[in-house]
């Protein structure tokens, strides 16, 4: 900021110099300022007649040389500038002529004294150089928002009058000197955003003068130094998004004058210390995102003059404290992603100044209290994902400002206040996966922008209000998971605005609207498990922008259309269990960032495209349950991140494609079973280490089987049954613990357990006789355990089942829209071990977890239980399986031999979501 006036002076004037007396008060001749350097050819005073009669003759010549030459200031910054890469030009005004710099660009000046250089924002490259303190009157250097790099110069400290030093946004490094903590006077620090590390040195706490600290966004490490006590000037401290550790010192309390302390985004832990009650002119407490435990200290209620409190993100336990109601000027109330327990206090509707209040991702409890709808101007009330019960208070619609409402995921029960579609600035509404019944208010959306809507996964019925995109700012809709009826109102089918549409999981009707293709900003339809009929519109190619496409379990019938080809964004396409026929259309070898691709349950007929080969970021493909004839193509072996590939119930013939032993990306299954495939089993599929599930039964298979698949380590089941295999089963510890049922009904196949080879009986033609008529004493016993081991194993799974249906889903946000896999525990597991979370962080942490044969045998049963949850009943194995896999899982762990995919990818079968 320039200080002071510049003014350009013509005619006698004093040349500041360090090399002249500061007494001399007129200009004269004898001294010549040639270029940036004064030289003195005589001393003043003590001129000759000769020399004077010649500087006489001169001295028009002297006055025009001196006007254009420039003042001792000058020369030091044009000296700091050989320091600098001005890419921009900006220092064109920086001219060498001038008589003074006080008219150039970023400085200023007080009585013709430089006083300020503030070269803020001028794409400045280079280093620091301490010339700069050569100007002796300096206040103010700003070199802030710039590329500047080096470290700070520990000689900046002979800047002795400096008062602020603003050095943010840059790229400088190395460590705060401590030399600049002897700058007496300076009282503005600016350090932030730069790439600082070290500790914060003691001598702090030398700066008595200082005002501001800011110096967020480096690496500083450490402990915040108790010196700090000392800055009773201190009013503000930014020292967020750094490393610092340790607790929060008490002595901070100290700084009387504070009045914002930021230290959020760093790893400070420990308890808030109570006594910052002492703080009378502190406003903004700004914590959020440390390690901080214990509980809220109620002391934080004598602060009087809090307008922000932001604690969310860390670990704060208990109660929130109801003397929060006595921060009458408290604006925005952040706590949420902690620990808090109890109810949420009633005095909070004494915060009557407050704008923003969230309590979200909590463990709170009760209900809402009704006391909320007192506070005037609130505008955002986050309880989410917390344990809240009741009705929604008929209050709330009272919150005449209110644009957001987000309670979802907790255990409301009632009907969502029908005032509640009264309230004129209400833009964001989430009230999913709750248990609220009755309809949704008729009238919501009538009068405000309405822009997020999602009553998703709650008990709701009648139909869809018809004016939700009044004023065309509709982009998120979610109703899906209800009982809603009747078709999608016409407001919506030309909802311009709309960027989601989620009603999937209902019983709504009609066809699919022909006059959507007009939702260019669509990038999300699902519309999967209801009872929709009719054809899939060739117009659905007009979507350009869609990414999800769910349509799965409806009534729709025809083909697929050929414009289909037209949505290159797509990247997840649901069409099963509906009633579509014709081919496989090859333009959908054109949608090439489709990942998931489920086709199955439907009557498609004809070959497989080869152009399938070309979506080479698939990672699922289920084409099973179809009438689908030919070869199985060769160019599947182009879809190197396939990870499932379901072709089961269909009419494949031929042999197995060599090319399938390339996926090596296939973990959760390889299905073709229930085809008319022959031929032998490549040797080139023992490639497919992580494959878990292999599933070749019910076709013509022949030969023997390879010897590589006996080293599928990560294989869980592998069903080869009814096929024409001979040989014997390879002798190894992946085969051993396959029960034998997976391999009946191949004719000349020894199994494991038999001494000799005899033609095999298929299953459904071999007598079976009574188990308590045949036998020994030992087998009756072994098949008692078996049966009690079932029924044991049968509550179990159930009880798994009912947990996974009670599971809540995961608060969805806009910057990641897309909706997990059904909300419940199994998709939660699956997703969790997508993302490579390690598989003991998935158990229950009250489990004692401190020995090996616990986790191996909890990562086992985790496999079976994934298995037995499988989407599609025919992936799912028998109970005789479960048992078999369980004893082997026993015996496994009992034998140390830890399963190498313990921590394996588990994808989520593809459901009807998609």
């Not at 999602?454 to 998120?476: R, V």
């Not at 117009?539 to 409806?554: A, F, Y």
């Not at 007929?605 to 080479?616: A, D, R």
Request: proline share 5%; charged share 20%.
């Amino acid at each position: 900021m320039r200080v002071g006036t510049p003014l350009r002076i013509f005619g006698p004037q004093l040349w500041a110099s360090q090399n002249l007396d500061e007494a001399v008060r007129e200009w004269s001749p004898s001294c010549r300022l040639s270029g940036y350097v004064i030289s003195a050819t005589t001393p003043i005073g003590k001129q000759t007649s000769t020399e004077k009669t010649k500087e006489v003759s001169r001295e028009n010549d002297d006055i025009g040389d001196s006007m254009t030459s420039l003042n001792e200031e000058g020369v030091i910054l044009l000296n700091f500038k050989d320091s600098l890469n001005d890419s921009s030009n900006n220092f064109e005004s920086w001219n060498s002529s001038d008589l003074t710099p006080c008219n150039w660009i970023g400085v200023g000046c007080t009585d013709f004294k430089v006083t300020s250089v503030n070269l803020h924002g001028l794409n400045l490259h280079g280093s620091l150089s301490p010339s700069i303190c050569n100007l002796p009157q300096l206040v103010e250097f700003n070199m802030s928002t710039n590329f500047i790099s080096g470290s700070i110069p520990k000689d900046l400290a002979h800047c002795s009058k400096l008062e602020i030093l603003d050095l943010c946004t840059n790229r400088l490094h190395g460590e705060i000197p401590t030399q600049l903590f002897s700058i007496n006077p300076l009282r503005e620090l600016y350090l932030c955003e730069n790439y600082i590390f070290g500790e914060i040195s003691e001598e702090i706490g030398n700066l008595l003068s200082l005002e501001e600290l800011v110096i967020y966004s480096n690496n500083l490490t450490g402990a915040i130094p108790l010196s700090v006590s000392k800055l009773r000037q201190l009013r503000v401290i930014r020292a967020g998004h750094n490393f610092l550790s340790g607790p929060i010192p008490s002595e901070i309390s100290e700084c009387e004058s504070l009045q914002v302390l930021g230290l959020a985004q760093n790893s400070l832990e420990g308890c808030l210390p109570s006594e910052f009650q002492k703080l009378k002119h502190l406003t903004d407490l700004i914590l959020w995102q440390n390690d901080l435990s214990c509980e809220i200290p109620p002391e934080i209620g004598n602060i009087s003059t809090l307008e922000l409190l932001a604690l969310h993100e860390n670990s704060f336990s208990g109660v929130l404290p109801k003397e929060l109601g006595k921060l009458s000027r408290l604006k925005r109330l952040y706590v949420y992603t902690n620990q808090l327990n109890g109810t949420i206090p009633l005095e909070l509707g004494n915060c009557t100044s407050a704008v923003q209040i969230d309590l979200s991702e909590n463990c709170l409890s009760g209900f809402i209290p009704r006391e909320l709808g007192q506070i005037p101007n609130l505008q955002l009330l986050h309880l989410f994902e917390n344990r809240l019960e009741g009705n929604i208070p008929e209050e709330l619609a009272q919150l005449t400002r209110l644009e957001n409402l987000d309670l979802s995921i907790n255990n409301l029960i009632g009907r969502i206040p029908l005032k509640l579609q009264n309230l004129k600035y209400l833009v964001d509404l989430q009230l999913f996966d709750n248990r609220l019944d009755g309809t949704i208010p008729p009238l919501i959306g009538v009068y405000s922008n309405l822009s997020i809507l999602d009553m998703s996964a709650n008990n709701l019925g009648g139909s869809i209000p018809p004016y939700l995109c009044k004023y065309q700012k509709l982009n998120f809709l979610s109703l899906g998971s209800n009982r809603l009826f009747g078709n999608i109102p016409h407001n919506l089918k030309t909802c311009k605005s709309l960027m989601q549409l989620m009603l999937g999981d209902n019983q709504l009707t009609g066809s699919l609207p022909v006059d959507m293709y007009k939702l260019q900003n669509l990038s999300a339809l699902e519309l999967y498990q209801n009872r929709f009929s009719g054809l899939i519109p060739p117009e659905v190619g007009k979507l350009r922008n869609l990414e999800r496409l769910l349509l799965s379990n409806n009534y729709f019938f025809g083909n697929i259309p050929t414009e289909i080809k037209n949505l290159v964004q797509l990247v997840t396409f649901n069409i099963s269990s509906n009633s579509l026929s014709g081919s496989i259309s090859p333009e959908l070898g054109n949608c090439i960032k489709l990942q998931r691709l489920d086709l199955s349950r439907n009557q498609f007929t004809g070959s497989l495209p080869e152009e399938i080969g070309k979506l080479v970021n698939l990672e699922l493909l289920k084409l099973s349950d179809n009438k689908l004839t030919g070869a199985i193509p060769s160019t599947l072996g182009y879809l190197a991140r396939l990870t499932e590939l379901q072709m089961g119930g269909n009419s494949f013939s031929g042999s197995i494609p060599v090319a399938l032993g390339q996926l090596t990306a296939l973990q959760i299954a390889l299905n073709i079973s229930h085809n008319d495939l022959s031929g032998v089993i490549p040797d080139a599929l023992g490639s497919l280490q992580m494959l878990e599930s292999l599933l070749l039964n019910d076709n013509q298979l022949t030969g023997e089987i390879p010897a590589s698949m006996g080293e599928l380590m990560s294989l869980l089941v592998c069903n080869l049954s009814n096929n024409n295999l001979v040989g014997t089963v390879p002798n190894t510890s992946v085969f051993q613990r396959i029960d034998s049922s997976n391999f009946a009904g191949n004719n000349g196949l020894c199994p494991l357990v038999s001494n000799r080879c005899n033609p095999a009986v298929h299953p459904s033609l071999a007598p079976k006789p009574g188990w308590m008529k045949k036998g020994s004493m030992k087998e009756k016993l072994i098949s008692i355990i078996c049966v009690v081991l079932g029924l044991i194993s049968l509550f179990f799974i159930m009880g798994i089942c009912w947990a996974m249906k009670r599971r809540h889903s995961a608060f969805v946000s806009l910057e990641d829209p897309e909706r997990p896999d059904g909300g419940d525990l199994v998709s939660w597991v699956r997703r969790s071990i997508h993302d490579m979370v390690p598989t003991f962080e998935l158990f229950d942490k009250r489990l004692d977890l401190s020995t090996e044969r616990t986790i191996e045998e909890m990562t086992l049963v985790l496999k079976i239980a994934l298995f037995c949850t499988s989407s599609s009943p025919l992936n799912r194995p028998t109970m005789k399986q479960v048992i078999a896999m369980m004893i082997d899982a026993r015996e496994t762990v009992s034998d140390s031999l830890s399963s190498p995919t313990s921590e394996t990818h588990f994808d989520a079968n593809v459901s009807s979501r998609g």
